[in-house]
């Protein structure tokens, strides 16, 4: 069976650095930081008050009064990113066979803050039943697809995937795989997250998994700096459709890049913690490469996962050069969470975008607030500290990991 090329089509979003691709790319250049005091609730007794939200965002100005209703904020988000995506494809939904048109969406936790509310109205309420009929539909992760597939009639796969942070790199893999395969020409892929809430906030807090630098939070998420204390978490969306290549140039469809291919692995090392040495990194990025015929010496760009956490950060890079050995000093090397924070399920398919910029601008977004690299860290490594970089790029990858050990990597290829 001969696969299917697939491309991507279109591209949306809305995060802390952007509330569509222009300002996103635009703020990714120039290195703009999207951290700051939490304004969501009041943080001032919690040990991390940092957080990376999105500005400016009015929901009434998306939906009316009755679509809310039945939205909690990370599908409102999903939503928001995945217009922007389809209507920059250019589909006609009265040309397409909407059969074979579908949505594989991701969210790390979906709508905890709709769960949230409605847990804590029952319990002021003296334990009175009084739920709401939307309690269940606003809160569980899949609606987001769901919700996304209603709007356009797109009646092909869909679903949603849950790897924690690595969700929205494994909706893309899952994506990408029912085209290739066959079984679907479009499909809306991405993730959407709205963490910034008391019980993620709280929960990550005592994990001690977040930054602490609420005295400084424009330069509290600082990957590979010896200073770094952990992540700052964020919310928002990223959105990119998925085409097969023949059905794409068909309609005439804009093509930014082709999907090469992907990996995926377990650590199965730790719940939370990464592998050390990478191994599972490695066998991530290693699957990806081989699977789109790209060598280690082809790679332009790679978009690091890169949470400005103690442990993660050199686990990545070890992987990296555990993998790439001597050729890893020839690539470009950033981790865009330094502006954008993490997204925790979302944060792939905002990194998949940064990608495509790349590869369509020729410029590397960089890693930002880096004072002093980590000692530990190879200083030959171009980890594109400070300041965007110009570059032809012909091959992008993202790695994304999450909690739980799972590893995973695109590979976008120019065309």
């Known amino acids: 069976m001969e696969l299917k090329r697939v491309v991507v089509t279109g591209i949306g979003t809305i995060n802390p650095i952007g509330n569509n691709i222009e300002e996103y790319f635009r703020n990714l250049e120039q290195g703009v930081s999207g951290a700051d005091t939490i304004?969501?609730?009041?943080?001032?007794?919690?040990?991390?008050?940092?957080?990376?939200?999105?500005k400016n965002f009015d929901p009434s100005e998306y939906f009316d009064r009755k679509e809310l209703r039945k939205y909690d904020r990370y599908a409102q988000f999903a939503l928001v990113a995945a217009t922007e995506a389809v209507e920059d494809s250019a589909i006609d939904v009265q040309k397409i066979n909407l059969e074979r048109a579908g949505v594989i969406w991701a969210s790390g936790v979906g709508g905890m803050q709709t769960f949230y509310d409605e847990v804590m109205g029952w319990a002021e309420g003296n334990g009175t039943p009084r739920f709401s009929p939307f309690f269940v539909p606003k809160m569980i992760s899949?609606?987001?697809?769901?919700?996304?597939?209603?709007?356009?009639?797109?009646?092909?796969?869909?679903?949603?995937?849950?790897?924690?942070?690595?969700?929205?790199?494994?909706?893309?893999?899952?994506?990408?795989?029912?085209?290739?395969?066959?079984?679907?020409?479009?499909?809306?892929?991405?993730?959407?997250?709205?963490?910034?809430?008391?019980?993620?906030?709280?929960?990550?807090?005592?994990?001690?998994?977040?930054?602490?630098?609420?005295?400084?939070?424009?330069?509290?998420?600082?990957?590979?700096?010896?200073?770094?204390?952990?992540?700052?978490?964020?919310?928002?969306a990223g959105a990119l459709v998925f085409e097969e290549y023949e059905h794409a140039v068909a309609r005439g469809a804009k093509i930014y890049c082709e999907v090469a291919d992907c990996g995926m692995s377990a650590d199965a090392y730790h719940m939370t913690a990464p592998h050390p040495e990478g191994k599972g990194a490695i066998i991530s990025m290693r699957q990806a490469l081989e699977d789109a015929g790209v060598g280690v010496e082809d790679v332009d760009y790679l978009n690091a996962h890169g949470?400005?956490?103690?442990?993660?950060?050199?686990?990545?890079?070890?992987?990296?050069?555990?993998?790439?050995?001597?050729?890893?000093?020839?690539?470009?090397?950033?981790?865009?969470?330094?502006?954008?924070?993490?997204?925790?399920?979302?944060?792939?398919?905002?990194?998949?975008?940064?990608?495509?910029?790349?590869?369509?601008?020729?410029?590397?977004?960089?890693?930002?607030?880096v004072e002093e690299v980590d000692p530990q860290i190879d200083p030959k490594l171009n980890l594109t500290l400070r300041e965007a970089q110009r570059r032809d790029v012909k091959v992008a990858m993202s790695n994304t990991f999450g909690f739980g050990g799972h590893n995973s990597t695109v590979v976008f290829r120019k065309l």
């Not at 679903?159 to 809306?188: E, F, P, Q, W």
């Not at 998994?209 to 010896?226: E, G, I, V, W």
């Open 39 to 54: 304004t969501a609730f009041d943080a001032t007794k919690f040990s991390s008050r940092i957080a990376c939200e999105v």
């Open 307 to 369: 949470t400005s956490t103690p442990l993660g950060d050199l686990a990545e890079l070890s992987a990296v050069q555990g993998l790439f050995g001597d050729v890893a000093y020839k690539m470009n090397i950033s981790s865009t969470k330094s502006m954008t924070g993490h997204l925790l399920g979302a944060t792939a398919a905002v990194e998949a975008l940064a990608c495509v910029f790349a590869i369509t601008k020729g410029i590397i977004p960089p890693t930002i607030n």
């Open 142 to 236: 899949d609606l987001a697809a769901g919700h996304i597939s209603l709007k356009y009639g797109f009646m092909g796969p869909n679903y949603s995937v849950v790897s924690a942070c690595a969700s929205s790199n494994h909706a893309m893999i899952d994506a990408c795989t029912m085209i290739r395969l066959g079984k679907a020409d479009i499909i809306v892929t991405g993730g959407s997250e709205a963490p910034v809430i008391i019980p993620s906030v709280g929960g990550f807090s005592s994990m001690r998994a977040l930054s602490t630098r609420n005295d400084d939070p424009k330069h509290a998420s600082r990957p590979f700096d010896k200073d770094r204390d952990g992540f700052v978490i964020a919310e928002g």
